[in-house]
């Protein structure tokens, strides 16, 4: 009987030993485990929080920049035909370059397939020495307006062909493309919709 006491005892304490181990030990390292999984998706997401508040702070540094750019695509591409304002630009690009004469003819504006801008032929014509249509060209490229030359063409003309100190008139013609945001195609458009609601 006294022997098997030690065996009896040790046997008591490993199965104490187990049944502290899985009630006590296995739990906790369980949790270990689940807290050591959220403070590593805590970490991503602190990293990730972090990236995001370093391209905030970029774009923020980068605003006044991006503020200009839209302004100038702003008066480049503007969002009303508004043939006043352009023709103020081609006779001041005109007087600039001192041709002798210009027209401008505009034809009614184009909505574009994609539904984002619409576009506006015009015929241009100017007469004037070649040094004059040269620089006129040159004002028309840079005018604050985006404009795309699609055809040119000159020849002699002008009510002087020839002037008194022998240089020679030339006509030119231009068919140049005005861009507006505005896809309400038409004279005079505004903004907004083209549909017009039902009963108006």
Same mark, same amino acid.
């Given at each position: 009987?006294?022997?098997?006491?030690?065996?009896?005892?040790?046997?008591?304490?490993?199965?104490?030993?187990?049944?502290?181990?899985?009630?006590?030990?296995?739990?906790?390292?369980?949790?270990?485990?689940?807290?050591?999984?959220?403070?590593?998706?805590?970490?991503?997401?602190?990293?990730?929080?972090?990236?995001?508040?370093?391209?905030?702070?970029?774009?923020?540094?980068?605003?006044?920049?991006?503020?200009?750019?839209?302004?100038?695509?702003?008066?480049?591409?503007?969002?009303?035909?508004? /043939?006043?304002?352009? $023709?103020?630009? #081609?006779?001041?690009?005109?007087?600039?370059?001192? &041709?002798?004469?210009?027209? %401008? +003819? !505009?034809?009614?504006?184009?909505?574009?397939?994609?539904?984002?801008?619409?576009?506006?032929?015009?015929?241009?014509?100017?007469?004037?020495?070649?040094?004059? /249509?040269?620089?006129? $060209?040159?004002? #028309?490229?840079?005018?604050?307006?985006?404009?795309? &030359?699609?055809?040119?063409? %000159? +020849? !002699?003309?002008?009510?002087?062909?020839?002037?008194?100190?022998?240089?020679?008139?030339?006509?030119?013609?231009?068919?140049?493309?005005?861009?507006?945001?505005?896809?309400?195609?038409?004279?005079?458009?505004?903004?907004?919709?083209?549909?017009?609601?039902?009963?108006?």
């Amino acid at each position: 009987m006294n022997r098997r006491a030690p065996i009896i005892a040790g046997v008591a304490f490993a199965v104490v030993a187990v049944l502290a181990v899985v009630f006590l030990v296995l739990p906790k390292m369980r949790e270990v485990s689940s807290t050591q999984e959220q403070l590593a998706e805590a970490e991503n997401i602190q990293s990730g929080l972090r990236n995001q508040l370093a391209s905030l702070r970029e774009a923020e540094a980068q605003a006044p920049e991006v503020r200009r750019q839209i302004a100038q695509l702003a008066n480049q591409v503007p969002p009303t035909v508004d /043939l006043p304002a352009l $023709l103020r630009l #081609l006779t001041q690009a005109a007087d600039g370059s001192a &041709v002798d004469f210009l027209t %401008v +003819s !505009p034809q009614n504006p184009i909505a574009d397939a994609s539904g984002q801008f619409s576009t506006v032929p015009a015929s241009i014509s100017v007469t004037g020495g070649y040094f004059a /249509l040269d620089e006129f $060209l040159f004002r #028309l490229e840079t005018l604050p307006r985006a404009a795309k &030359v699609l055809s040119i063409s %000159v +020849s !002699p003309g002008g009510a002087t062909p020839i002037t008194p100190t022998g240089a020679v008139n030339l006509s030119m013609q231009l068919s140049v493309d005005f861009y507006t945001t505005d896809t309400s195609a038409g004279p005079g458009s505004q903004p907004g919709p083209t549909e017009t609601t039902a009963g108006a």
